[in-house]
């Protein structure tokens, strides 16, 4: 479990984040540069917060006090950026197995459940924005990840798009169990996607 107790300092906003990131999905939302991204990014290892501590079970990725960061990449944090998801000029397999840390077996499965095997060896900018929306979250969970962070995974689609993606994400980290903190900007995703609901208010997040 990801426990967090911090503050992050931004010229606009102070961001203070205090609580536990359960099992299931938990939606955060919140106006629009009320540090939402900002938090996920901490929690990644992506920004240092400038007060505080974060841990995953017993072990300590932040404690400012005695200067401790844990780099993004001993985090294994699955992270799925706002924009632009995927390498457009690498394969579907190429995209999904980027970071190496996953193994071949969670590849075959990742591409049955997220319907992409026929478009292994296909360049992932070819696909549509549903499918390349698919392959950033394959990215995402092929090192079995820890704790998964989303912020705004849908937001690159069109409106009609928008349910199918988001049913399909649902079902996909579901069936892999782990915590998931998705941030959004629709309201509606609340009632459809998270166990649970967060939100963020300039800058003060509410567990
Ligand atoms: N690296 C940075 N240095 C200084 N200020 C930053 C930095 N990153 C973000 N900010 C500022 O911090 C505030 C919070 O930004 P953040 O991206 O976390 O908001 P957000 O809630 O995710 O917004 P949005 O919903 O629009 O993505 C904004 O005012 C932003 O300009």
């Known amino acids: 479990m990801i426990t967090f107790d911090i503050t992050i300092e931004r010229p606009s906003v102070l961001v203070k984040a205090k609580g536990t990131l359960p099992q299931g999905i938990t939606v955060l939302t919140g106006q629009s540069g009320s540090g939402k991204s900002t938090f ?7 920004v240092k917060p400038n007060t505080g ?3 995953h079970d017993e072990i300590v990725w932040v404690n400012v ?3 401790l960061y844990v780099p993004v ?4 944090v699955g992270y799925m950026p706002q924009g632009n998801m995927v390498f457009p000029h690498l394969t579907v397999e190429a995209n999904i197995t980027y970071s ?5 077996a969670s590849c075959e499965t990742l591409l049955k459940q997220l319907g992409l095997e026929k478009y ?10 549903g499918e390349q929306q698919r392959v950033a979250l394959g990215r995402a ?3 079995k990840p820890t704790v998964l962070l989303l912020d705004e995974p849908l937001s690159a689609l069109d409106w009609t798009l928008r349910k199918q993606v988001r049913t399909d994400l649902v079902t996909i980290i579901k069936q892999w169990d782990i915590p998931c903190l998705w941030v959004t900007h629709d309201e509606d995703e ?3 996607v998270g166990d649970r609901h967060w939100t963020c208010t300039q800058g003060e997040i509410e567990c």
């Not at 990449?73 to 294994?76: C, P």
């Open 141 to 143: 969970l092929y090192s």
């Open 190 to 192: 609340v009632a459809v």
């Open 120 to 129: 292994r060896h296909t360049k992932a900018g070819k696909l549509s924005g």
């Open 65 to 67: 006090d005695h200067k």
């Open 40 to 46: 996920i990014k901490a929690i990644a290892g992506l």
């Open 53 to 55: 501590t974060i841990r």
């Open 100 to 104: 190496k840390r996953g193994d071949a």
């Open 73 to 76: 990449r001993e985090r294994h």
